[in-house]
């Protein structure tokens, strides 16, 4: 089975400050068109998942360019450049070229 | 506006068989390279990818559910249907529907999801 493994597990960060998550594929997901299927997904606290970056590095619609996505094959990053307070929640890694599997997540907090 | 909310029982006992739906708008599942997923979420754990359901009728399931789920959609209704048969406590969880597209190559993600729906499986 394919294993979506994020790090570190919860962040605590100041306003301002970087932050950075990876997420580790137990399997390549780098699709035969050049393409790295995978996503992150921001979950803010009693709200539904959003989606953030797809294809590793795409900004969604709407998604404040203090996000960026990077990776391929295996290791992926998501990285924001400044955090601000309202980056607060859980975010997800999710795999979509084999079905869809999701990380376990990774809790970002402010300091 | 893209909205899509779930519907259905908030608890079921176990072995019973779960019905959700999913009501939409602001889209239609006859348009080409539109799908609506479902995802659930159990308390405190992460996501888990269930079924979707395409605008070609295409329907992919999570391996390790696939002989328990049936998807299912209604283009009249703006519905899509998820079943669940033979539950067991494992599967409370807050359920959610997300519409799905893709955009550069035919990867589909989920850009708009429900508020989700709790159900709880128990005797």
């Known amino acids: 089975d394919l294993v979506m493994t994020q790090s570190p597990r919860s962040l605590s960060v100041s306003p301002g400050e970087p932050a950075s998550i990876s997420c580790r594929s137990s399997?390549?997901?780098?699709?035969?068109?050049?393409?790295?299927?995978l996503d992150w997904y921001l979950q803010k606290p009693g709200q539904s998942p959003q989606l953030l970056i797809y294809?590793?590095?795409n900004r969604a619609s709407g998604v404040p360019d203090r996000f960026s996505g990077s990776g391929r094959g295996t290791d992926f990053t998501l990285k924001i450049s400044r955090v601000e307070a309202e980056d607060v929640g859980v975010y997800y890694c999710?795999?979509?070229?084999?079905?869809?599997?999701f990380g376990q997540g990774t809790q970002l907090e402010i300091k | 506006q893209i909205t899509l909310k779930e519907s259905g029982p908030t608890m079921v006992k176990p072995t019973q068989t779960l019905t959700l739906t999913c009501t939409f708008s602001?889209?239609?599942?006859?348009?080409?390279?539109?799908?609506v997923g479902w995802i659930r979420q159990p308390p405190g754990k992460t996501l888990e990818w269930l079924a979707l359901?395409?605008?070609?009728?295409?329907?992919w399931y999570s391996p390790s559910l696939k002989s328990r789920l049936t998807i299912t959609k209604d283009t009249s209704k703006n519905e899509v249907v998820l079943t669940m048969t033979n539950t067991d406590p494992l599967d409370t969880a807050t359920y959610y529907c997300?519409?799905?597209?893709?955009?550069?190559?035919?990867?589909?993600?989920?850009?708009?999801w429900g508020q989700g729906t709790l159900v709880t499986v128990s005797s």
């Open positions: 997300a519409h799905s597209t893709w955009a550069i190559t035919s990867e589909y993600f989920f850009d708009h």
């Open positions: 602001g889209f239609s599942l006859t348009t080409t390279g539109v799908g």
């Open positions: 359901i395409f605008w070609d009728n295409d329907e």
């Open positions: 399997q390549s997901l780098l699709s035969s068109n050049g393409y790295n299927y």
């Open positions: 294809l590793a590095s």
């Open positions: 999710m795999q979509a070229l084999h079905m869809y599997t």
